[in-house]
């Protein structure tokens, strides 16, 4: 090996080798530190999201395309600029390179620059859109009002996703010189044929979309669905989430959900029967129940959670025990549990201060009488009803069913003695 050659070599091309290096090296590492930064500045002052949240997901995964496609422009040019140095032209290739780029290079680019403004800007349009064109109705809350437009904002967005991706991915195709219209074709086939095969899922997106449509239930509403009960964590056009109050997360297919129940839609309601005892003084008991819901509906922390007042509705049943008295009222979306907790214990404590009876179940034993006490209770109903017969004769006969009644034994000391009129 000729040591003097590559020591010309080296101070001749190795140090602006180890420029490039450095240089293409730096630029990744200032692109990794900044461009976060940038991007999520970029994205706050569009207003494009509503919470911090969203914000960061979605400026973490435009970063993370960024420099990609940022880290890919780097080693290209590193290694167009190191070429020459090992005595390889690249004269032809650049010139080539060159050539696409500025034919359709800067289309794709431009294509691409379009379709991301076009996604970030999306939402913050698509929520502009639906908050002005929704109708909110007099029972609605303005919790419920916002909640229903986010629900139909995150729909469609997430159908203006797809289908920006879609034409502009077509159109980078189209760049490469890939006739679209058989692929166009092809995927419409093959469109086809996947909905047979996949009827499951369009069912789905079908239910999912009326579901939305028709604001049958929202993020955090509490509803019982395909015979699940939980929250509602999020809900698309394809599946809800729920998570029970076990903390167990259920995804529930739209297409399985045939009837769904919302406990939490708008307002709450408090419905719950207080027994008392069948001694006590049901109008006292009710006006004592009727009281202390006045009391929790004028308490400085639950009057926010209370629409209408707790009150006695109705006498709902005499129980085999007490006298079931059912409670009613309204209270503001998922705090009905809440308010009800607090409405029983303050009408326990009502009902000890006033000496009210809360029946429990009981039984009642009755013993009988014993075998002689039983002989001896028919023979004195049989001498109650000869008496009787006797009253109700002719004179004539007196006499001889009188005699016949005394011969009828007697198990009470002197009893028999006085059961006749003295006559022989």
């Known amino acids: 090996m000729d040591w003097s050659s590559v020591d010309d070599w080296m101070s001749e091309q190795g140090i602006w080798l180890l420029v490039t290096l450095l240089v293409g090296g730096l630029l990744f590492l200032a692109l990794r530190r900044w461009m976060p930064r940038l991007v999520r500045s970029i994205i706050s002052g569009m207003e494009v999201v509503s919470t911090d949240e969203e914000l960061q997901r979605l400026a973490d995964a435009v970063t993370r395309v960024v420099v990609w496609l940022c880290a890919i422009i780097i080693i290209v040019a590193v290694v167009i600029a190191v070429l020459p140095r090992f005595g390889v032209d690249t004269t032809l290739f650049i010139d080539t390179i060159g050539a696409w ?27 502009r859109i639906v908050e002005r064109s929704a109708v909110r109705e007099k029972y609605r809350s303005k919790v419920e009002y916002q909640k229903r437009i986010e629900t139909l904002s995150h729909f469609f967005y997430q159908v203006a996703e797809v289908v920006i991706w879609l034409v502009a991915l077509f159109m980078i195709l189209s760049e490469f010189g890939l006739d679209i219209g058989p692929l166009l074709a092809g995927a419409g086939i093959a469109g086809i044929a996947i909905a047979f095969g996949a009827q499951r899922l369009i069912r789905d997106v079908l239910t999912g979309f009326f579901i939305i449509i028709e604001n049958q239930y929202s993020t955090s509403d509490w509803v019982t669905i395909a015979g699940i009960s939980g929250e509602v964590e999020q809900i698309n056009i394809r599946r809800t989430i729920l998570r029970d109050l076990d903390g167990v997360v259920h995804v529930v297919p739209n297409g399985e959900i045939r009837a769904s129940s919302n406990y939490t839609k708008e307002y709450g309601r408090v419905n719950m029967t207080v027994s008392v005892s069948y001694g006590e003084n049901l109008d006292y008991a009710i006006q004592v129940i009727n009281r202390v819901g006045q009391e929790l509906a004028n308490d400085a922390y639950w009057r926010n959670a209370i629409i209408e007042p707790p009150y006695v509705l109705r ?110």
């Open 315 to 424: 006498v709902s049943n005499l129980g085999d025990s007490g006298i079931d008295i059912m409670v009613y009222g309204d209270t503001k979306r998922v705090r009905q549990w809440e308010v009800m907790g607090e409405l029983r214990k303050r009408i326990k404590r009502a009902f000890d201060e006033e000496g009210i009876e809360i029946p429990w179940p009981h039984t009642k034993i009755y013993f009988g009488n014993s075998p002689d006490r039983a002989v001896e209770e028919r023979y004195r109903l049989d001498i109650r009803r000869k008496e009787r017969e006797i009253r109700d004769v002719t004179p004539g006969k007196v006499s001889r069913r009188r005699m016949k009644a005394r011969r009828i034994p007697d198990f009470e000391e002197g009893e028999g003695d006085g059961g006749g009129d003295g006559e022989g």
């Open 101 to 127: 780029l500025w034919s359709h290079g800067i289309v794709i680019a431009i294509i691409i620059v379009v379709a991301v403004t076009i996604h970030l800007m999306a939402r913050w349009l698509i929520h």
